[in-house]
């Protein structure tokens, strides 16, 4: 077995990579469809905003067996490091995770991380490997969809009256694509907002989010295909950021992917957030008609937020659970 780091500018690898997804992912995470070519080579390629993407490949007899994408913060949680590893169906039980894993923790060292953090799915074969090599159990969180073949728009609409109600006094703004420099400080406070929900791992810290940090976010997003709609609900008497959500729909197929959903501490209990996504599935559902599914993870311990969106049509499909792995 040979492992080695990826060379970005390896057309060749980067065509193995999604080959290897794309017969991964229906055995992995069977109600999410596989990514593009393009989609892989953004991913592979570009790190995030506020991170530095690693990368190790695992060869047998000189066919890609496997992998591990390594994602380490730079702006925050500088300990740690998010890491997926994924082996072919058709050559597990071979030792390729475990020699994966065993690099990347050597990759880590070297790189000052001490925790590596990942995510199983809870009735798959992730969950048995993790314990294996000695992660220990985190956050569980619910893979939650809405079918819009399915979707009663009656009660979408009542929904969205009572909120409207309720709501009285904040305004809605909406954003398609990457967000205007004149809401970028709104959008980042927003996403500070995200750091009181329930977190993947207990070594996790705060995230901070900038202005730059949320263009870098719509850029990468962007080059991924991806199409963003953004609501964001101001307070009509201060003009002040009150709630935020974001989806981002593929460029082919049918699915669309909650990206984040958050409400100001001083707003919540005034039905904000049922305002915001209720008026976001309208505006969807009239822009990209061709959207059927929208998937979003709930932690299973966001009692609120998984009342919302059950209350919006979402049904539970798959349970994953966050795992941690000291390094």
């Keep these: 077995m040979q492992i080695t780091p990826l060379d970005p500018a390896d057309e060749h690898a980067l065509l193995a990579l999604h080959e290897l997804d794309s017969a991964a992912y229906p055995v992995d995470r069977p109600h999410v469809p596989p990514p593009t070519l393009a989609e892989t080579t953004i991913e592979w390629t570009r790190a995030h905003p506020g991170s530095v993407l690693l990368s190790l490949l695992a060869r047998l007899d000189g066919r890609l067996a ?15 490091a998010l890491v997926d590893i994924v082996t072919h169906p058709d050559l597990r039980r071979r030792g390729v995770g475990r020699a994966l894993t065993a690099a990347t923790m050597q ?11 990942g995510s199983v799915r809870s009735d798959g074969p992730g969950v048995p490997f993790a314990a294996a090599v000695g992660a220990r159990e985190q956050l ?37 694509g990457p967000v205007p420099a004149d809401h970028l400080d709104a959008v980042a406070a927003m996403y500070e907002v995200m750091n009181d929900a329930p977190l993947e791992s207990a070594a996790l ?8 940090r949320v263009a870098g976010l719509d850029d990468w997003l962007a080059a991924r295909g991806d199409q963003v709609y953004t609501v964001l609900a101001t307070c009509g008497d201060t003009g002040q950021p009150a709630g935020m959500t974001r989806i981002a729909v593929r460029a082919t197929g049918d699915l669309a992917v909650q990206l984040d959903t958050a409400v100001a501490a001083a707003h919540r209990g ?21 959207v059927r599914r929208i998937t979003t993870f709930n932690a299973v311990s966001n009692a609120h937020m998984i009342a919302v969106n059950d209350a919006l049509g979402f049904v539970p499909v798959e349970r994953w659970t966050s795992v941690e792995l000291a390094v």
């Design 107 to 117: 990759t880590l060292r070297a790189h000052g991380r001490t925790v590596a953090i």
């Design 66 to 80: 496997g992998y591990a994408w390594l994602n380490l913060p730079v702006a925050d949680n500088t300990a740690n």
């Design 140 to 176: 569980s969180r619910l893979r939650n969809v809405l079918y819009l073949d399915t979707l009663d728009t009656g009660a979408l609409d009542g929904l969205l009256a009572e909120a409207t109600t309720r709501a009285a006094g904040y305004e809605l703004v909406r954003i398609t």
């Design 205 to 212: 810290e705060d995230e901070k989010w900038t202005p730059d």
């Design 270 to 290: 005034h039905r904000v957030g049922i305002l915001m996504k209720a008026s976001m599935l309208r505006w969807l559902m009239a822009a990209e008609p061709q």
